[in-house]
C-alpha cells in the first residue's frame, strides 16, 4: 500500500508473539519477502512507546535526529 515493495526496509518485529520463536516468524518472512525481498527483518528492542514519542514530535515539529540513543537509554533507566 505504501509502495515500498522493491526498496530494502528494516521489518520491525514486536510484541510477545515474536518470543515464540521461528514457528511464526518464518512463515511471516517468507511472505513478506514473497512480495517485499528487500524487508530485512529486525527486532524491536525498545519499548514500542519510543515510535510514539517519535510520531508526536514529528507532528510538533521538532527534530528529532540523534536522539534516538538519548532516549532509550533514558527510558531503559526509568523502566528496565
Known amino acids: 500500500q505504501i509502495g515500498i ?3 530494502a526496509f528494516d521489518l520491525v518485529l514486536s510484541g510477545s508473539l515474536f518470543q515464540m520463536g521461528n514457528l511464526l ?3 511471516l518472512v517468507e511472505k513478506v519477502h514473497s512480495l517485499a525481498p ?3 527483518p529486525v527486532r524491536l ?3 514500542q512507546v519510543i515510535g510514539a514519542v517519535f510520531l508526536g514530535m514529528e507532528a510538533a515539529g521538532v527534530a528529532y535526529a540523534g536522539i534516538f540513543e538519548t ?3 533514558n527510558y531503559r533507566q526509568l523502566i528496565p
Open 45 to 47: 528492542n525498545v519499548s
Open 5 to 7: 515493495e522493491n526498496q
Open 25 to 27: 516468524i518464518e512463515p
Open 38 to 40: 528487500g524487508a530485512y
Open 71 to 73: 532516549l532509550k537509554q
